[in-house]
């Protein structure tokens, strides 16, 4: 210990000499660098750079998680009986009341025939939410087709993911009628946008929403496609690993077909970064 004490008021009588210029600015960044590595040897760390929030266990395990084959999912309802909830689902109310309903329905004309996905929501605060049972997510890419119009009421229907509960997730919505697209982040049942765009709707009757959970190094991001164009990008992390589902909020109906989900690998390192 008193190597560590003693090494550090070395250093620091070493940085008390005078300069100018670029010497003086790198003679300066080189004894801030042996200095937090000298306090290390002290036994105490003053100020930690680069320190990401996961510990080097908990993002291998992480990683691990995403490695795992059953994440891999394609929901296409085909298998499932109609009028009921598709297995592997359980339908979570999210908002000021439980006023809708999910089902499976018979639909020749689909993506993936014979069955689709009704999510219906009959009031303005209602968030109608659909979670797939058994599967954790860090960083997902989810896909699915969406269709309203035909008897459909107009509304807001998209995706959820990060979610721990009913209170506590993000969600990509989009208002095909008004032509809008936005991701919010719910946590203890307040909502947040994080971002809006406008987008353009093709003239098909079936639309894909792609919604991709990523990171670089310590920024986390979500990226958001309709109809194969990007429509919108931000940036947060308040949220973590958490279930993924379908979503309908407000007076809203939407059809939902071919439901996929699959993990990202993270890009983040195991261990931070060397400080120079």
Not at 200 to 210: G, S
Request: hydrophobic share 40%.
């Amino acid at each position: 210990m008193h190597y560590g004490y003693e090494r550090v008021r070395q250093i620091q009588v070493g940085c008390d000499g005078q300069g100018s210029g670029v010497t003086f600015f790198v003679k300066a960044l080189r004894c801030v660098g042996v200095v937090a590595v000298a306090g290390v040897l002290a036994g105490g760390i003053g100020t930690a750079w680069a320190v990401p929030k996961e510990t080097s266990k908990e993002k291998a395990e992480h990683l691990r998680q995403q490695a795992n084959p059953q994440l891999f999912n394609d929901w296409t309802f085909d298998k499932d009986d109609v009028g009921s909830i598709p297995k592997g689902f359980v339908p979570v109310a999210s908002g000021d009341q439980q006023a809708g309903s999910w089902k499976v329905e018979a639909q020749a004309a689909v993506p993936s025939a014979p069955n689709v996905l009704l999510g219906t929501s009959g009031c303005g605060g209602c968030h109608e939410i659909l979670v797939a049972q058994g599967f954790q997510y860090e960083y997902p890419d989810l896909v699915v087709r969406i269709q309203q119009g035909a008897g459909l009421a107009a509304g807001q229907v998209g995706v959820v993911f990060g979610m721990k509960d009913a209170q506590n997730y993000y969600a990509t919505v989009v208002d095909i009628a008004q032509k809008t697209i936005q991701v919010v982040r719910v946590i203890d049942g307040k909502e947040s946008v994080l971002g809006r765009a406008a987008i353009k709707v093709k003239p098909v009757e079936w639309h894909t929403l792609r919604v991709q959970r990523n990171t670089i190094i310590s920024k986390d991001f979500v990226e958001t496609f309709f109809d194969g164009s990007l429509a919108l990008s931000v940036e947060d992390q308040a949220l973590g690993v958490g279930q993924v589902g379908m979503l309908v909020r407000g007076d809203a109906s939407a059809r939902f077909d071919n439901f996929n989900a699959a993990p990202l690998y993270s890009s983040r390192p195991l261990s931070a970064p060397a400080a120079y």
